[in-house]
């Protein structure tokens, strides 16, 4: 087999990628190693409902610019949806809830406007958000990635938090809670910088920019099904279940992909597995020129998200998606709203969530129906029909300051080129980040495909 570029690993990164290069008119061929596509945001079958199920909830901004353009190109954007502006429902333990509605103000004002309105903390909190002003200013100014590079970067959340006096209650139910959403990780370990980012993405540039986008579909039809079927229309191969090893020649160049199918002859190849997969590729063993890169991937620590898939008997949330406060959980989904399937469906998210990860499916599911009873009153008189429980151990790399550098998408090696969200896009492990850097990669290797001169890269 030939290809022009092989693209190794079918999640967003390598999909978008793919995508890109295809519609480009460069030759593609597509290896996954698991049966099925999606990588970290895939979907499977359960076989007691038949439902097809995320194997993690996942959330859209309108600020994911990169991630809409790439379903304009699938043609699928309308399956996720977009608030008119952020609407956010937060509940704790009291089982009382809070909705933070922002008006159509010009930024940073829809945020202050809207947080003034929002009981769920006490006026004197509300306004420590007033902090955060001329730095939301200065994201419209500058842009996010400058207002971001500016911040310490040995910095963790929760001091930069406390260096812009943000109250202590705004903190536990809006700060902590987005935090551990966009980083994976507590705000007492994940760094700062990332976080300013989102933030600075969120909420410096437009109002559509902080409003939510959820999946109306499984992720597979949102974006991994569709974009096989775009890259293969346009010549293109996508294989599953094909675990890739790759042969450098003596020159030092990528020569081959091998697969248990078939060995592909290509021009340049770009993986799009995570961090902590990249040592395994190599056939018979990592090249001199990328052994430090290689190593510092393996170096990268993992952070783990937790998700209970709940059916109860006739039970729907106040709203598509609520916030849980002061518990183990920390985002609760109706999936059959948000689906339009009969019966009660919820995807229940930990994220960081290493105790959970560790304990068995039973304790787990008791965790986080007994959160969602203490929050939400309508779960107290429901019955739960089943539950299946997911693991992603290594859903993102993590945050913490002083880990290893990110690495840029061109390589020491010739022909061999990096994306996904763990590279140096300057975002956090999202899905925004891992078409960034799969689109990304995707125009570098077009310019050296071309011979030219590489283009500025797309935004991040």
């Known amino acids: 087999m030939q290809a022009d570029v092989v693209v190794i690993g ?5 999909l978008s990628a793919a995508v890109t290069l295809a519609d480009a008119g460069v030759t593609v061929i597509v290896l996954e190693q698991a049966p099925r596509l999606g990588g970290r945001a895939a979907a499977f079958v359960d076989r007691d409902t038949g439902e097809r199920v995320d194997n993690g909830q996942h959330v859209l901004f309108g600020c994911y610019r990169e991630t809409y353009a790439f379903l304009d190109q699938l043609g699928t954007r309308h399956l996720a949806p977009l608030q008119r502006r952020l609407a956010l429902t937060m509940a704790g333990t ?18 202050v406007v809207g947080l003034l309105r929002w009981r769920a903390v006490p006026l004197a909190d509300r306004l420590s958000v007033a902090r955060l002003r001329p730095l939301l200013t200065a994201a419209r100014r500058d842009g996010a990635r400058a207002v971001a590079a500016r911040v310490d970067p040995a910095m963790t959340v929760t001091e930069w938090l406390r260096l812009h006096r943000q109250a202590p209650r705004l ?4 700060w902590q809670p987005l935090a551990v959403a966009a980083l994976n990780q507590a705000p007492d370990t994940a760094a700062a910088q990332p976080f300013v980012r989102v933030l600075s993405e969120l909420f410096g540039s437009g109002i559509e920019d902080s409003a939510v986008g959820l999946p109306a579909v499984p992720l597979d039809e949102l974006y991994a099904l569709p974009a096989a079927r775009f890259i293969e229309s346009r010549g293109g191969t996508v294989m599953t279940s094909a675990p890739a090893r790759l042969v450098v020649s003596p020159a030092g160049k990528v020569e081959s992909v091998h697969t248990p199918a078939a060995t592909i002859a290509t021009r340049a190849v770009l993986s799009t597995v995570p961090w902590h997969g990249l040592a395994r590729l190599w056939s018979p063993a990592v090249p001199p020129s990328l052994a430090s890169l290689v190593a510092s991937a393996s170096a990268m620590a993992s952070s783990p998200i937790v998700t209970a898939n709940l059916w109860f008997d006739g039970l729907a949330l106040p709203d598509p998606f609520v916030g849980l406060i002061g518990g183990p959980m920390h985002w609760a ?9 009969p019966g009660s469906h ?13 304990m068995e499916n039973a304790e787990v599911t008791r965790v986080a129906t007994d959160h969602l ?6 779960v107290r008189g429901s019955r739960l029909l089943r539950s299946v429980v997911v693991r992603e151990h290594r859903a993102s ?5 002083g880990g290893p550098a990110r690495p840029q998408p061109e390589t020491p090696l010739e022909g061999f080129f990096l994306a996904g969200d763990w590279t140096d896009t300057g975002l956090p492990a999202t899905i925004e980040g891992a078409v960034v850097s799969g689109r ?5 290797i077009l310019t050296r495909l071309r011979g030219g001169v590489a283009p500025p890269a797309t935004r991040s």
């Open 373 to 378: 009873a203490a929050a939400i009153p309508q």
């Open 10 to 14: 079918g999640g967003f990164a390598g």
């Open 333 to 341: 989904f109706d999936k059959g709203t948000l689906f339009g399937r």
């Open 171 to 174: 903190c536990e139910w809006l």
């Open 346 to 358: 919820l995807s229940v998210v930990a994220s960081g969530a290493a105790d959970l990860a560790a």
């Open 397 to 401: 790399f993590s945050l913490a300051p």
């Open 94 to 111: 009291a089982g009382r809830s809070f909705a933070l509605r922002c008006p159509p103000l010009p930024p940073p004002w829809h945020l």
């Open 440 to 444: 990304t990669a995707a125009n570098l």
